[in-house]
Nanobody, 116 residues
Framework: QVQLVESGGGLVQPGGSLRLSCIIS????????AGWYRQAPGKERELVAS???????DYADSVKGRFTISRDNAKNTVTLQMNSLKPENKAVYYC??????????WGQGTHVTVSS
């Protein structure tokens, strides 16, 4: 059974940093790509950062230079380091794993609030 569990969300002041972690179980690192998505109130879920099948990364234009996605295959985790956070970054952040074959899996999400 594939399971994704996010953690690390919370409340941070503008300009602050958070590190989100996604622990993935039930699937091996070499057979899935992964990414982070977010959904703000009243908006559709959108890509934040992801790995593609070739191992390179993609970022939303609004987070380039501030957010960094990484993965640790030994621990089977995917991390999103978020720096210089802005109020508009407030959202529920979701981890996503996409197997080479089959449907994608989503975590339950972790809340990020940026406010002074």
């Amino acid at each position: 059974q594939v399971q994704l569990v996010e953690s690390g969300g919370g409340l941070v002041q503008p300009g602050g940093s958070l590190r989100l972690s996604c622990i993935i179980s039930g699937i091996k690192p070499n057979i899935y790509t992964a990414g982070w998505y977010r959904q703000a109130p009243g908006k559709e879920r959108e890509l934040v950062a992801s790995f593609n099948a070739g191992g390179s990364t993609d970022y939303a234009d609004s987070v380039k230079g501030r957010f960094t996605i990484s993965r640790d295959n030994a621990k089977n985790t995917v991390t999103l380091q978020m720096n210089s956070l802005k109020p508009e970054n407030k959202a529920v952040y979701y981890c996503r794993a996409i197997p080479l074959f089959g449907n994608a899996y989503w975590g339950q999400g972790t809340h990020v609030t940026v406010s002074s």
